[in-house]
């Protein structure tokens, strides 16, 4: 069946349009755009007057959790939650169990993605066997095995030989290298350094646990033109030193998440451990300069660091929970909520880092609602605000912070390769797959 998307607010950057126009999908592609389009009978008309048309969203970091941990998230549960928040593709971390570092684990991913029929999954391979940082994978391999990136988040690459070789043999290889920057030695703790971990009695994190490997990585990529990607960057050094090293040329480019721009270390007194994660919640001043960064070029891409966990895990004692937050069905609202209405960025710069430049730095045909294109495309609702509510998401897990804030972007649409893969809005999404 053909799809008629009227009357929308078409914002595609890559293509420099933004206008109300018609966008019609025949066969899975966008095959005109334009005002008044004319279709057959058998084309679903979707009006969306007074709402915002957008390719649909790319999420270059995010944790599915299988195989393995199946009981915080699976990859049916997880693409359908990406769906709830307008990800049509997301690329998935391979902390898995196994670890994403063999031709085969890659295999098994994309068959349960295809068999779930949700968003699209683009699989990430590892660096070092088992995340152990011991060995090396074979990053040919996995390449031919449907990987688009490697990297071993959740951990650091601490040996920095390693680290160079898997640049270089990923640049050859057209694939992306994702840095998880901590120095462990120097990251062992349970909140931002400070005051308020002091008054809480919580061991404190060092901001330069993540700054010291963000440099690191950056006189790797400048001094041997190798590309490198930097996973959820938190800190205002950690952005001044990816700044200068882009100035110096570097091919260097970084992600933050929605939380770090969103929320202080203050937020840990009132989610407690729904607010603990790795790289921790910061200060003002470090929330201040993430929003400095997206709005001058110097942070490319934001990705949700989607982690969820089980209410056991996270509802114990605070120093023993594990890290992360869902972060999917809430993503685009936060960046619509605290960066396009406050004025930092327009709403086409903010498609830009959730949709065109983690394609671009994967290397995936997605990103852009031209004529040709495949028809991956979200449509919101920012007219009104809604309330977030942690018991309907469609995530496994309910691990997050945002319970009860109220935002501005509710996802109405979310169309995967022509196919209406969900439907939001008012008709709760929990009904919709029930």
């Not at 400095?292 to 969820?308: F, K, Q, W, Y």
């Not at 327009?346 to 852009?368: A, D, F, H």
Request: with cysteine; glycine share 10%; net charge negative.
């Amino acid at each position: 069946m053909s799809i008629l998307i009227k009357g929308g607010r078409v914002v595609d950057p890559v293509n420099g349009f933004d206008g109300v126009a018609d966008v019609l999908i025949e066969k899975g592609i966008v095959s005109a755009i334009g005002e008044n389009l004319t279709v057959g009978e058998d084309t679903e008309i979707i009006n969306v007057e007074n709402h915002i048309v957008v390719p649909g969203l790319v999420d270059m970091h995010c944790h599915l959790r299988e195989p393995g941990f199946e009981y915080k998230e699976d990859i049916a549960s997880g693409t359908k939650s990406a769906l709830g928040g307008g990800f049509t593709s997301v690329a998935c971390m391979p902390n898995t169990k196994p670890a994403i570092d063999t031709a085969e684990t890659v295999k098994f991913i994309l068959d349960k993605a295809e068999a779930a029929g949700m968003a699209n999954v683009f699989p990430i391979g590892a660096i070092s066997k088992g995340l152990g940082g011991a060995d090396a994978t074979d990053i040919e391999a996995l390449k031919e095995a449907g990987v688009v990136a490697v990297s071993d988040d959740g951990r650091p690459v601490e040996n920095s030989a390693m680290m160079l070789d898997a640049m270089r043999k990923a640049y050859q290889l057209g694939v992306a290298v994702i840095s998880h920057c901590e120095d462990i030695s120097l990251g062992k703790g349970d909140m931002n350094e400070g005051a308020l971990a002091e008054s809480l009695g919580y061991e404190g994190i060092s901001p330069t646990s993540e700054e010291v490997m963000v440099a690191r990585d950056a006189i790797l990529s400048e001094q041997y033109k190798l590309p490198v990607h930097i996973a959820h960057v938190s800190t205002r050094r950690s952005v001044d030193i990816i700044r200068r090293a882009k100035e110096k040329g570097a091919p260097i480019t970084c992600e933050t998440c929605p939380h770090y721009f969103s929320l202080t270390e203050d937020a840990v007194k009132v989610s407690g451990a729904n607010a603990k994660m790795n790289p921790p919640l910061r200060n003002n001043d470090d929330v201040s300069a993430i929003i400095e960064g997206l709005a001058d070029g110097t942070v490319d891409v934001i990705a949700t660091d989607h982690a969820p966990h089980s209410a056991e895990e996270k509802g114990g004692e605070f120093s023993k929970a594990p890290n992360g937050i869902v972060g999917f069905e809430t993503a685009f609202a936060l960046g619509y909520t605290y960066l396009v209405e406050k004025g930092h960025l327009t709403l086409s710069e903010l498609v830009e880092k959730m949709s065109v430049n983690p394609s671009k730095i994967l290397g995936i045909q997605r990103g852009s609602i031209g004529v040709g294109d495949v028809a991956d495309i979200a449509i919101f609702d920012v007219s009104k605000s809604y309330k977030v509510v942690a018991a309907d998401m469609l995530s496994k897990s309910k691990n997050t912070p945002y319970d009860g804030f109220e935002l501005t972007g509710r996802l109405l649409y979310s169309i995967v390769g022509g196919r209406v893969a969900l439907r939001g809005g008012e008709a709760l999404w929990k009904a919709y797959f029930n």
